[in-house]
C-alpha cells in the first residue's frame, strides 16, 4: 500500500497561499535513511565518471537500448501502473494526478520516441562556449561539462522517469531519482528497464538510481546531500518545490507551478481566440502549461466571451467568472479571490474582463507563477508591449500554451520548466543539464 497522499495531490494548488500542508516530501519529520542509501549515492558518483567521459556514440546506444526495453515492456510496466493507479483512487489521488500517473502502451511507446528524439539531439559535452588566445600565448576555453550527480524529486509522473533518466545520460550525468509513492511500482519497474540496457551496452546500471524505497527519509537525505549530489531538480505542486527549495542543501534548479494566463486583446480573432483558449485548457488540463486564467478586453468581451466560453463549456469546462464574465455568460460560478491564484489541473477555468493590456499585464504580474503567458491581439504595438513587458519563463503571442514543452521546443523531453533566472529559464533540454569549465593550455608561461 502506498503513503497517503497529501493534501496537495488532491485539491487545486493555491500558489499564493502561505498556509504550511502535509507534503509528501517534507523534511520536518524525516529521519536518517538505511545506511545503503549513502551506497547508492557513493555508485551514483562513481557512474557519474563513466558517463563524464563516454562517448557520444555510446551514449546514444544506450538511449536506444533504453528505447527498445521501454517499447516491449508493457507487459511488465501496466500491471505495475494499474497497481499504483488502485492505490491512488483509494488514498484520494486527484483525476489530474491519475491522469498524469497513467502509463499504457500507446504513451509508453511515446515515450520511447522521446528517448530517441535525444539520441538526434547535439551532445553538447565539450561544447566550446568561449575562448581565446591570450598575448602571452596562453590559450583559454570554456566548455560545457556534466554537473556530476543530478537528483530528481517530482511526484505521480512516471514519464518523468524516463525523460530525465534518458536527458541526463546524453549529458553525462547519473541521476537519482526520487519518484514519490504515488508511482513507486511503475518506477521501480521503469528504472529496472533502464539500468538493463545501460549494462547491455557496457555503461553501469547505477548511472540511473530510485531512492523511493527509502521514501520520505530518502527524499530528506537527497535535499541534504551538499557534495554528494550535484544540483537537486524539484518537479510536482508548489508544496513540493516550496519544500525542497526552503529545505535544501543541495543547489536547487526551481521548476514552478503553472498559473497560465491568456490574454484576448480588443483586436483578437474571434476564430482565433476559440480554438487557442480551447486547446491552451482542454487538451490536457492536467498539466503545468495548461491555462488556468482567461483575462479578456472590456472592449472584445460582448465579442468574444459567448463563442469562447460556449465551445470550452461544451467541453466540461466550469467557468469561474467575476461579476462582467457573468453579465455576459449567465452560466459561469461565482470567481473568488483565491481562483485568481489557482493551478486547478482540472476543467475549470477563471475568467475576468479587464480594462486595457495595461490591466491584464497587472493582473498577471499579480497572480502569475511566472510560467507561460499568451496574448490574442492583431495589434503589432500590444504585441511587442506584452512580449517585452511580462515576465515569465515563456511569452507568447496569438498561440496555445500547450507549446511550452520540451519536446514542443524540439529538446526531445524535458527535465522541466524553469521559472527561475538562474542558469536554466523555460523548457530544459540537454544543455540545462550541464555546467562550464575554464581549460588553460600554456607553454611555460607565469604571472608576473
Known amino acids: 500500500m502506498s503513503e497517503v497522499i497529501a493534501p496537495d495531490q488532491v485539491t487545486p494548488v493555491r500558489t499564493n497561499s502561505t498556509e504550511k500542508t502535509e507534503n509528501p516530501e517534507n523534511a520536518e519529520t524525516a529521519q536518517t535513511p538505511d545506511p545503503a542509501f549513502d551506497a547508492k549515492l557513493t555508485a551514483s558518483r562513481t557512474a557519474s565518471l563513466v558517463l563524464a567521459t563516454a562517448t557520444t556514440d555510446l551514449k546514444n546506444s544506450a538511449l536506444e537500448a533504453i528505447a527498445r526495453a521501454i517499447e516491449g515492456a508493457a507487459a511488465e510496466v501496466v500491471p505495475a501502473n494499474d497497481l499504483d493507479l488502485a492505490n491512488g483512487r483509494e488514498n484520494g489521488l486527484s483525476t489530474a494526478l491519475q491522469d498524469r500517473l497513467r502509463l499504457d502502451a500507446p504513451r509508453l511507446g511515446s515515450l520511447a520516441g522521446a528517448v530517441r528524439e535525444i539520441i538526434g539531439l547535439t551532445d553538447p559535452v565539450g561544447e566550446s562556449i568561449r575562448g581565446r588566445n591570450l598575448p602571452n600565448g596562453v590559450r583559454i576555453d570554456q566548455v560545457r561539462v556534466p554537473f556530476g550527480v543530478v537528483g530528481a524529486i517530482y511526484e505521480a509522473r512516471p514519464n518523468v522517469t524516463v525523460d530525465i533518466a534518458a536527458l541526463a545520460i546524453k549529458s553525462g550525468n547519473a541521476v537519482v531519482l526520487r519518484g514519490g509513492s504515488a508511482a513507486e511500482n511503475t518506477n521501480r519497474v521503469l528504472v529496472g528497464l533502464i539500468q538493463g540496457a545501460l549494462e547491455e551496452v557496457g555503461l553501469p546500471g547505477a548511472a540511473v538510481q530510485t531512492i523511493d524505497e527509502f521514501g520520505r527519509d530518502g527524499a530528506k537525505a537527497l535535499m541534504r546531500a551538499r557534495g554528494k549530489v550535484d544540483v537537486l531538480i524539484p518537479r510536482g505542486s508548489a508544496q513540493l518545490i516550496e519544500t525542497v527549495v526552503t529545505e535544501s542543501k543541495v543547489p536547487v534548479i526551481e521548476t514552478g507551478a503553472g498559473v497560465v494566463h491568456v490574454f484576448l486583446d480588443e483586436s483578437a480573432n474571434e476564430q482565433w481566440a476559440i480554438d487557442i483558449v480551447h486547446n491552451a485548457k482542454v487538451q490536457r488540463p492536467s498539466v503545468c502549461n495548461a491555462l488556468e486564467t482567461l483575462l479578456v478586453h472590456e472592449a472584445a468581451a460582448e465579442r468574444l466571451l459567448g463563442p469562447v466560453l460556449g465551445r470550452l463549456a461544451a467541453s466540461g469546462v466550469v467557468i469561474h467568472g467575476d461579476e462582467a464574465t457573468r ?22 477555468l477563471a475568467v475576468r474582463v479587464v480594462r486595457d493590456v495595461d490591466e491584464a499585464m497587472e493582473h498577471i504580474r499579480r497572480y502569475s507563477t511566472h510560467h507561460t503567458e499568451s496574448i490574442i491581439t492583431n495589434d503589432l504595438g ?32 524535458e527535465v522541466g520548466i524553469s521559472t527561475q533566472k538562474l542558469h536554466a529559464r523555460g523548457p530544459m533540454g540537454l544543455p540545462e543539464l550541464t555546467s562550464t569549465k575554464w581549460l588553460v593550455r600554456g607553454s611555460g608561461q607565469f604571472r608576473s
Open 327 to 348: 453579465a455576459l455568460f449567465p452560466d459561469a460560478v461565482v470567481a473568488t479571490e483565491d481562483d485568481w491564484a489557482t493551478e486547478y489541473m482540472s476543467l475549470d
Open 382 to 413: 500590444n504585441a511587442e508591449r506584452f512580449l517585452n513587458e511580462v515576465d515569465s519563463a515563456v511569452v507568447m503571442v496569438n498561440a496555445s500554451t500547450r507549446f511550452t514543452d520540451g519536446g514542443e521546443f524540439g529538446f526531445g523531453a
